[in-house]
């Protein structure tokens, strides 16, 4: 009796796992609620295992194929991403960026402060940033000569830090994106201009934020394919690159995910493995080459930080003609 309650739930779950993964083919992520489902793909992977040696131990062959098949097209996700690879440094002109969601209630400062420092990075973007955080970072703040501060008393502030001079920036708040606010900078390395973006949309948690946050994506993506210089996307974009919209985001803008193996690392919740997801990222166009891409403690936080190094490469990223004609095929409809 036992063992036939103990497969009736697993072959439950596993047909509800089976049906919530293939919403990222059949919707395109069109509803949120599906969208979210779409994301847990290591965790469905994990429970197709755990089902397999399930049926393995209870000699059901059905069950092992329903497992295999259920695994089989969640890992091939996690496989299928377009990572950038590793390469040896060819030029003088590399920048170091730290990425991190602070978290509002971070009550370690001062040790965050010094990863940071350990780290030494030419640009550090920080979200979660309140009012109170502008003087407990004032160690951090007085080590970068350029530097955007903008906190705000919810979860949208934000600190910028640039050892690269900043000659020019906005910080673009619409209402269509829920007036979460978008850093443009421009920073001077030693022969380019490089443009910096750094967002953190709404958590896409029912229709409205939902909206919010691929709204932000769309003016992200229109913006990064017009942009002439060599682009650097950061953020903590509450999806993973499992969501199809986040996957039509890389594809519209033409911007490449730095991690430099497939799928994980996870970011967030730090304290929580079995829900580990990849939230923030760190995305360029091909005007860079990736040197590394690790993760980083960032104490006191719920999330992990991005670390990331990278190297301007020969490829000038000019807005030519035939990429303005690709900015109109796939923004046409745009405002």
Request: aromatic share 14%; net charge positive.
């Amino acid at each position: 009796m036992l063992n036939l309650y103990f497969m009736s739930i697993l072959y439950g779950s596993l047909f509800f796992i089976g049906l919530v993964s293939h919403f990222r083919f059949i919707t395109r992520g069109e509803y949120w609620l599906f969208d979210l489902f779409s994301n847990f793909v290591l965790q469905y992977s994990l429970f197709a295992v755990a089902a397999f040696l399930g049926a393995l131990w209870t000699h059901d062959i059905l069950l092992g194929v329903f497992a295999l098949y259920i695994f089989i097209i969640n890992i091939s996700a996690i496989l299928n991403g377009k990572i950038m690879k590793a390469k040896v440094n060819k030029t003088n002109e590399f920048i170091g960026v730290y990425l991190a969601n602070i978290w509002c209630r971070n009550s370690k400062i001062n040790q965050l402060q010094e990863e940071i420092a350990t780290v030494n990075p030419e640009c550090v973007f920080l979200m979660e940033i309140k009012t109170t955080h502008i003087k407990l970072f004032e160690n951090l703040i007085n080590q970068f000569p350029h530097r955007i501060l903008e906190p705000r008393e919810n979860t949208t502030g934000f600190i910028f830090l640039s050892l690269y001079p900043v000659i020019d920036y906005q910080i673009i708040n619409l209402n269509e994106h829920g007036n979460r606010p978008i850093l443009k900078a421009q920073i001077k390395m030693d022969s380019r201009i490089v443009s910096f973006y750094g967002a953190h949309p709404h958590t896409p948690i029912g229709k409205r934020k939902f909206r919010y946050r691929n709204d932000l994506l769309k003016w992200l993506a229109a913006s990064v394919l017009k942009d002439p210089n060599p682009v650097i996307v950061v953020g903590d974009f509450n999806t993973t690159t499992f969501s199809p919209v986040f996957r039509r985001f890389l594809a519209q803008s033409g911007l490449i995910d730095t991690r430099t193996w497939n799928g994980i690392p996870p970011t967030w919740p730090k304290y929580f493995p079995l829900l580990w997801l990849p939230l923030d990222h760190v995305l360029v166009n091909s005007s860079f080459d990736v040197l590394s891409d690790k993760l980083g403690r960032a104490m006191g936080s719920d999330h992990f930080a991005k670390i990331v190094t990278l190297s301007l490469n020969d490829e000038r990223g000019c807005l030519t003609e035939a990429s303005d004609e690709l900015f109109k095929s796939r923004f046409s409809g745009h405002n």
